[in-house]
């Protein structure tokens, strides 16, 4: 950044710090997107489908299953922070989404009328059973996120044991509301989800656009607002926060319902793409939008994350899973692959951080 | 600098502070006038920080009254002492240290433009008055470098000019040269001489004799939770001072 004025003080022994080792070039993300190019790289010469326009597209859409709820779940890293209940979240949200869907396309309520034939179900005004069921899915999710916000802001439990116990609570309540078996979406407005969830643009998959305006939205968020500086100041030194009078229960439960409702946006999506709402959806998701975000460059300590780096984490992790396939080794090895991942991104930039 | 003519901006009369049955202060009398640079210095437990607590409005006073610049008020949490013109420097001096200069200075409140209903920061404005600010300080700290790659004094510098931010008429500064090198600490006492120059009345809390000889012009010796002596800083010297902290001296 520039200065933009005549400095009033001169700098005779602060040297400024070289652009190299600033920003985005001295951070993890920094590294990882630079691994993730030459991973590109290797992969276009190993394997000639990788860059086909099918695989590109099948990536895409892969790895907007996860990026979602990983932008979610940064802002609580940011904060130094931890939400373990995004998996059971994303399913809770994708069944309270398909259930009312289902509920509100029964004849009888105000919502649809027979056709002549008497069998086919319309609706009396399209699509208002469609927004009104994704609402109620992401409602959901808002009261998960208030409810582990309440518990971590203003009851002081620790951020783990809270969402420990609501992964295990949230999941609990889709088996009851279920009774185990799952949920579909269906009736007259099932075409609109379809489309909305699974459908693509001009060969662009829906989820993927959502993405990246939620991403846009996010950096702006950050990085261009107040509540983003206060969501940095408060994983920087939480004390500090504090004592300059930045709200910090508020911004605590603020940052716990964004992350609820992305996982439970990230669900409804998900339920689209299968076409159901199993119970067991999303199981042990959380572990992987966690190591997304975490290749990515956030610091579980706090303080540091973007919307870059949870995009470059998660598409790292896909481009490996796509990788082994094309590559034709075990994909079993996916997960120890990951976690080899995990860990090298987070001693290079130890490394990197001792050197300097 | 301090003068009888002046109104004071603080003053403090009868404070006393109990905590149940321990008597944390007793019947504290002072007063600090604009520009006025006091050294407040005790013993650990000899109530310097409950005082400095009960002006930053951390507790209220048990007893007595606190009178600011000719009012009297009664602050219930600190943003009401910061409201009237109270600022303390803490000894971890209170920054994040993945944020920037400018944005620790503005942090909570931030300039902000309006674009229709949202408003963003405006970091050219914030880095240009912190700039100022640090100008003001004669401290070499560029407002876009992050906090972290900063050394002690330039943290200082950050933190105090976050005081003059809002104007504050009275800083408390908590052991400022406690952690830092010899070099910092000659930075740290001219950015008290900065504040002194722009008629701010500064109150250092130090376990460090030298730095309050060196700045000071009054210093007020707590023990045991009273007020042992108030003096300026010439008519004492530090064995005297070190004599009432000990208490081989009662009072002067």
Not at chain 2, 74 to 92: C, K, L, M, S, T
Not at chain 2, 110 to 129: N, Q, T, V, Y
Not at chain 2, 141 to 149: A, G, I
Not at chain 2, 230 to 252: M, R
């Amino acid at each position: 950044m520039a200065m933009p004025l005549e400095s009033p003080i001169t700098f005779s022994n602060v040297s400024k710090v070289k652009w190299w080792r600033r920003g985005i070039f001295a951070s993890q993300t920094g590294y990882v997107l630079l691994a993730l190019l030459v991973l590109m790289v290797v992969m276009h010469f190993a394997s000639p489908y990788f860059f086909t326009e099918g695989n590109m597209q099948n990536v895409a859409k892969n790895f907007s299953f996860i990026a979602i709820a990983t932008l979610g779940i940064t802002f609580v890293i940011i904060t130094g922070g931890i939400d373990l209940s995004v998996g059971s979240m994303m399913c809770f949200s994708a069944m309270i989404t398909s259930m009312v869907m289902v509920e509100l396309s029964a004849p009888g309520l105000a919502f649809v009328h027979l056709a002549a034939d008497g069998k086919t179900v319309v609706a009396n005004v399209p699509g208002l059973i469609f927004v009104i069921s994704v609402l109620a899915g992401l409602c959901a999710a808002l009261i998960v996120g208030l409810v582990n916000g309440f518990c971590i802001a203003v009851l002081g439990l620790s951020p783990f044991v809270t969402t420990l116990g609501m992964l295990s609570i949230v999941r609990g309540l889709a088996y009851v509301v279920s009774n185990g078996r799952g949920s579909f979406p269906g009736g007259p407005d099932a075409d609109y989800f379809y489309a909305l969830t699974s459908g693509d643009v001009l060969g662009v998959p829906a989820p993927f656009i959502y993405l990246m305006i939620l991403a846009a939205v996010m950096a702006v968020v950050l990085h261009h607002t107040s509540f983003g500086r206060h969501v940095f100041a408060l994983g920087g030194n939480e004390k500090a926060a504090e004592l300059t009078g930045i709200p910090v229960v508020r911004v605590k439960i603020e940052v716990y319902v964004i992350c609820a409702l992305a996982a439970g946006l990230q669900g409804i999506i998900i339920s689209g793409w299968l076409g159901s709402a199993p119970a067991n959806m999303a199981t042990s998701y959380e572990l992987n939008v966690i190591a997304a975000a975490v290749i990515g460059g956030a610091n579980l300590a706090g303080g540091i994350g973007g919307p870059l780096g949870a995009i470059v984490g998660c598409v790292l992790l896909e481009v490996i899973r796509n990788g082994l396939v094309l590559a034709q080794v075990n994909s079993y090895w996916q997960q120890t692959l990951v976690g080899v991942i995990i860990i090298l991104a987070v001693l290079v930039d130890r490394i990197r951080s001792r050197m300097t | 600098m301090a003068s009888a003519d002046t109104t004071p901006v603080l003053e403090l009369s009868g404070i006393g502070k109990e905590f149940g049955a321990i008597r944390a202060l007793h019947d504290v009398d002072m007063h600090v006038h604009p520009g006025e640079v006091v050294g407040l210095m005790g013993d650990n437990g000899a109530g310097k920080s409950t005082l400095v607590k009960i002006i930053a409005g951390n507790f209220r006073p048990s007893h007595g009254e606190i009178r600011f610049g000719g009012s009297a008020v009664h602050f219930n949490r600190p943003i009401d002492a910061r409201g009237v013109g109270i600022e303390v420097v803490y000894q971890d001096l209170a920054l994040a240290d993945n944020l920037t200069a400018a944005a620790n200075v503005f942090l909570g409140r931030e300039l902000k433009r309006k674009f229709g209903p949202i408003a963003l920061l405006d970091h050219k404005a914030m880095a240009s008055r912190a700039l100022e600010l640090f100008g003001e300080l004669r401290s070499e700290t560029r407002p876009d470098d992050l906090v972290k790659q900063m050394s002690g004094g330039q943290r200082q510098a950050v933190a105090i000019a976050r005081t003059r931010l809002s104007n504050a008429r009275l800083v408390m500064m908590d052991e400022p040269t406690a952690a830092i090198s010899v070099r910092q600490v000659e930075q740290v006492l001219g950015l008290i001489h900065r504040l002194k120059e722009q008629g701010v009345a500064v109150m250092l809390i130090s376990h460090r004799m030298p730095d309050v000889f060196a700045v000071c012009d009054r210093v007020i010796v707590m023990r045991r939770g009273e007020k042992r002596a108030d003096k300026p800083i010439h008519e004492t010297s530090p064995e005297e001072v070190t004599a009432l902290i000990t208490g081989a001296k009662e009072a002067a």
